[in-house]
């Protein structure tokens, strides 16, 4: 069975909105065992919304469209699909009674063209939208089904998750995908590759194996569609073996976990409390765990000392050492490490500073130097690295270096 | 003239990985008056490159495919494009230093299968990558230009923008687009378009209006085409001018920039410094705003104070309080505001204490629930909001509220 993303909205050509939709989906699908096989991102035109449908209508049995739904956008989905199936209209009442409900609890007025909302083709089953204004909608044409969905990604999300996958299921069984990934950390993927290639070119071709690069994370997926006797779950438990008795130490987690979703979880199952000094990483780690529900379980606090003065005042670093080392420096860290964790009274700590870019930087400590330390109440580790690329990946290395010492350290505590 | 994208990789179709590069793309074309009319994202075998090639030769006259480059991936890219022209192989000694400098510099041993990244097919002009081991081709095809590029974000846009689109400018010579974009705050999207109804319709063909909405925000966008007399430069004006004096304070700014740039900008115009005082947002204001270059010029720190002990120990706050009326209150948030002002000495301050969820509301501070406080030395303003959506959301519309009641104390002052 093929499956494929149309994302239609000149937003989305022209770089305007980064389509988050088709990358949430494919995933979502991907675990249910249902792969797309394409995604195609379009304008909001009728003639172009036509001829990709009967494009994709040749090749696929599944197709899921996001966007040109709404009050500003005329609605143009709505529309073309209505001529597509050469279907009348008709008003939804369930939706009449959502949209008042919804601008009730917002305490605005409903609108003119928020009741045309509730205006639907004849020949759609309706996804109702719980979160927004703009329902969703189900075709089915010669076994094939069609989903529109609006493009707002909480709205999309929601309708996609709970009303049309439920649908989905039940409309195209499929036997369950088995795939186990391996977070590898630090080894760069043309290395990871040339270690692991005689496991990779033993795989059998009903297991396959996919390098997932971010940064200095490399993913490695393995991939089986089960069979009855549960077997493929087995055969790709052992390669997986094989892949780790290679890689060792540099397997930081075996399921599809993120960098702090990895610590995150480690903290939590001990019990340990963490505060953060972020200098060049700007309150980005901080972000980046916070984003988390559940953070406050372990995270307290952090300082993110911009100025040499915030450092000096807030985490106790001495301002001397500003003239002698320079904030870029290990002991500086050090003390921002120590600092932090003490008067936030946690078990541990991440302290960072560096040059992120563009600007700042010497010969002595080019864009890209950054200084990572991580402490308990019994070791501080500080360390110097180079870091290369723009300032995001200076400040996404740096945020992925101190989470993976700070696992160290937790570890080995 | 029609410019696609086409988009290499099951990592991008599974979701594993969002495509930013195509966005880019889109926006960096579109700048260049070359419209995008579609973008592809299809799977890593020579069947769907070439059977998408054929497809995007009928109808543009310039693709660009971005991945399928690099080792692990086994060059699909390269091996495709060259059967598909039906041209030799060539060794690129650019190519080849440019890879032992790359390896050198690293400190890295330079492996056999980078050394294949030399090996590029006779008839394509190499685009060096100075940043990476894999060179972007550019190809020609009756009148037509096919640029492949790896799908490394950071190597792709230096290799466009720096080899690939010098080229294009020159083989396809454009008119310039003029195009002027409005950034309004706090207006609901079907209200907005309410409001400039009229203005809407009066639009000449030449010109056209685009909403773009994201958050609490929305871009207007009027584009048109300059004519040679440069007239449309001034017709777009007058338009803009009739939405302004209709939206009046709701536009926040009259160019395409985003919240943490328009008040960065401001705040870095008038030398004033800023401190923040961030709970539910957990780093993600002062993330923002660190995120772009120069922000020392203004930025000194933040707290980011997600326990109650830190509130009290590192701002402030009176622990009495927390008893009374709770962490997410207005005297809570108050004292977060001065207090971080007054302990990291700036002239502003944001401080923002809520529960973003998806745990953690009641009854009477339900999820969404999010105090703003914004202060100098002379004024604090501080409001009760309830933000709707899902974490991210709610941390999202937090952080644009918050720089908006901050701009507007900074031009009240």
Chains 1, 2 share one sequence.
């Not at 770089?15 to 995604?39: C, H, M, P, R, Y």
């Not at 109702?128 to 969905?149: C, H, R």
Request: net charge negative; proline share 4%.
């Amino acid at each position: 069975m093929k499956a494929e993303i149309i994302s239609i909205g000149d937003e989305l050509l022209l770089g305007q909105v980064v389509d988050t939709n088709s990358a949430w989906l494919g995933q979502l699908l991907f675990k249910n065992n249902i792969e797309v096989k394409s995604k195609t991102c379009i304008s909001d035109t009728e003639e172009d919304i036509i001829h990709q449908l009967e494009e994709s209508l040749k090749r696929s049995q599944l197709i899921i469209l996001t966007g040109g739904l709404g009050p500003t956008k005329d609605d143009i989905t709505k529309k073309t699909l209505a001529k597509f199936f050469n279907t009348g209209w008709r008003i939804d009442q369930g939706v009449v009674q959502q949209l008042e409900l919804f601008f009730e609890k917002r305490s605005r007025k409903m609108l003119e063209i928020n009741v045309m909302q509730a205006e639907l083709p004849e020949s759609c089953l309706t996804l109702y939208n719980e979160w927004g204004t703009a329902p969703g909608m189900w075709f089915e044409k010669e076994g094939a089904v069609i989903i529109s969905l609006p493009g707002v990604p909480y709205e999309m999300k929601r309708i996609f998750e709970l009303k049309a996958l439920p649908l989905i299921k039940e409309k195209f069984s499929q036997s369950p995908l088995y795939y186990k990934t391996m977070v590898t950390f630090n080894i760069p993927e043309s290395l990871l590759a040339l270690k692991i290639k005689e496991v990779e070119e033993s795989l059998p071709p009903t297991i396959k194996l996919a390098y997932l690069p971010n940064l200095n994370v490399v993913r490695l997926r393995l991939t089986g569609a089960s069979s009855h006797d549960g077997s493929i779950v087995d055969e790709i438990e052992i390669y997986a073996n094989k892949i780790k008795e290679i890689i060792k130490e540099g397997v930081i987690a075996e399921n599809d976990l993120t960098f702090p979703e990895i610590v995150s979880q480690l903290l939590i199952k001990h019990h340990y409390t963490l505060s953060i000094a972020e200098s060049c990483t700007g309150g980005f780690i901080s972000q980046q765990l916070t984003q988390l529900s559940g953070a406050s379980q372990f995270f307290v606090g952090s300082v993110v000392s911009y100025s040499n003065s915030v450092k000096h005042h807030q985490l106790g670093v001495e301002s001397i050492l500003f003239e002698t080392v320079g904030a870029v420096s290990e002991p500086v860290v050090e003390q921002m490490a120590n600092g932090v964790r003490e008067r936030l009274q946690t078990d541990f700590s991440i302290a960072v500073s560096g040059i992120a870019g563009p600007g700042g930087g010497s010969e002595e400590k080019p864009v890209g130097t950054v200084v990572i330390g991580v402490s308990s109440a019994q070791k501080t580790i500080v360390q110097t690295f180079h870091f290369i690329g723009d300032r995001s990946n200076v400040i996404g290395r740096s945020s992925n270096m101190a989470l993976a010492m700070l696992r160290e350290l937790v570890l080995s505590n």
